[in-house]
């Protein structure tokens, strides 16, 4: 009865490839987050959907879109990978002011 | 740019000792949040503060938010082994409750 779930939680891909991860909430929460998580443990909000649409799209290369098929699955696809796209990738899901629900992340490598 | 500073960044303290963590910014927050987060999982949400002043008590772990929602605290009594993590505080801004994340505190605990 996981709460936020994604997968893959391990992607090793190569340079040039693309890929996709998935997340799926089942808290019925309205809000849905990607965060990126560098080497330095330094979470950044990537893209915030709330019941399927999206509110927050920061400054991120137009090779990673999100998909939100319905407000319990939030999707990200990554076109080209690169090198500095290896980082933690995490899912999270909120009500408003309620504090966020991660997943446990999905931990891509570039090579 | 938004920012909140969290410090220390590192600590490491022997067992029955207290700590204090701290969470500051220039910007003022409608609510603060704080996570623990363990290696090869996500953050897991403590507390959220929402009120200016407000001290919220987690058993032995003592959340305080600023007067002016600026910053917060962690203070922990009589830390155990088992509190070693990172600890994240992250801070709600605006309507559409965008939440900003600080770098950390990666408490240890020594036996």
């Known amino acids: 009865d996981t709460a936020v779930s994604q997968t893959p939680k391990y992607l090793v891909t190569q340079m040039g490839n693309d890929k996709s991860i998935k997340c799926e909430q089942n808290?019925?929460?309205?809000?849905m987050y990607w965060y990126k998580q560098d080497s330095k443990k330094f979470l950044k909000i990537m893209f915030s959907?709330?019941?399927?649409?999206?509110?927050i799209n920061e400054t991120v290369p137009n090779r990673f879109s999100p998909k939100s098929p319905d407000k319990a699955h939030l999707n990200l696809h990554i076109n080209s990978l690169e090198l500095g796209d290896s980082a933690v990738y995490f899912c999270?899901?909120?009500?408003?002011?309620?504090?966020?629900?991660f997943g446990s992340g999905t931990r891509l490598t570039v090579v | 740019t938004q920012l909140l500073e969290q410090s220390p960044q590192f600590l490491s303290i022997q067992e029955g000792e207290n700590l204090t963590v701290y969470c500051n910014s220039s910007?003022?927050?409608?609510?603060l949040q704080w996570y623990r987060q363990e290696p090869g999982e996500g953050p897991v949400l403590l507390v959220t503060?929402?009120?200016?002043?407000e001290v919220k008590k987690l058993k032995r772990l003592t959340f305080q938010f600023g007067d002016a929602r600026k910053d917060s605290s962690l203070h922990i009594t009589a830390a155990q082994p088992g509190d070693t993590g990172l600890y994240l505080c992250?801070?709600?801004?605006?309507?559409?409750?965008?939440?900003?994340f600080g770098k950390g505190t990666r408490l240890h605990i020594l036996p």
């Open positions: 992250a801070g709600a801004l605006g309507r559409d409750d965008k939440i900003i």
């Open positions: 999270a899901s909120s009500q408003r002011v309620g504090g966020y629900t």
């Open positions: 959907y709330n019941n399927k649409e999206l509110i």
């Open positions: 503060v929402v009120t200016g002043g």
């Open positions: 910007s003022v927050f409608s609510s």
């Open positions: 808290l019925g929460h309205d809000t």
